[in-house]
């Protein structure tokens, strides 16, 4: 499978994850995925930007790169943090008066914050050790590979080819089709109802260990 780096990703890309990891009494085989790292980098993606739950409902969180000239015709991997701005502060806010009341946020707010807070120099860094972390959390095993050139969105080369069908502003059949669209306890949710397929730090706060049963429908 194939996709492009992504902001806290959304349970969806860890439910296709999932989808690949074989997990039984007899067998654990870890999914193989590649990470786009010839792409260009596109703005108003999960490149950058994630949902969460809030109190006042779903919100967006998103940080800023530094724009240099031609900064949309560089790799993606060559794409700087602007950490000249306050938004890891305001961030960090945002998360903790969101989940603080959820059942585990405070079992996995320090290791996550202290990714934040020692300010990868790239997006790709930042969002491959935020990848590293929720798939570690989340009980997902998973060999994570990067592509070494640009592939065609009609090539096969790396298997399934998912990097522009998971986007904010495309609607998808990915949790239906996996059999994902049951509502896991959500701190807000009685008071907007469920919302789905929001960041999976979301889920994670949520549900802790028991993320890996509601991905795989264990």
């Not at 739950?53 to 790799?75: I, K, M, Y």
């Not at 070494?148 to 998808?172: T, V």
Request: net charge negative; glycine share 6%.
């Amino acid at each position: 499978m194939l996709f492009s780096t992504a902001y806290f990703p959304p349970v969806e890309y860890f439910a296709k994850i999932a989808e690949g990891f074989t997990l039984s009494k007899d067998k654990v085989e870890p999914s193989v995925i590649y990470i786009e790292a010839c792409e260009n980098y596109q703005k108003q993606s999960y490149r950058n930007r994630c949902h969460y739950f809030a109190g006042d409902g779903v919100q967006r969180l998103s940080f800023p790169v530094v724009h240099e000239n031609g900064t949309h015709t560089l790799p993606i991997t060559k794409i700087k943090v602007d950490w000249s701005t306050p938004w890891l502060l305001q961030t960090k806010r945002a998360i903790a008066t969101a989940y603080d009341s959820s059942a585990c946020f405070e079992y996995y707010k320090d290791e996550l914050f202290a990714i934040l807070d020692s300010r990868p120099g790239t997006l790709f860094e930042l969002n491959t050790r935020l990848l590293e972390f929720f798939l570690a959390k989340t009980g997902i095993k998973a060999e994570i590979r990067f592509t070494d050139h640009y592939s065609p969105h009609d090539s096969e080369e790396y298997g399934e080819d998912l990097r522009e069908l998971i986007h904010p502003k495309r609607d998808n059949h990915i949790l239906e089709e996996l059999g994902l669209k049951k509502p896991y306890f959500q701190v807000f949710s009685g008071k907007y109802g469920f919302k789905s397929n929001l960041s999976i730090m979301d889920l994670l706060f949520n549900e802790g260990p028991d993320s890996i049963s509601y991905l795989k429908k264990l």
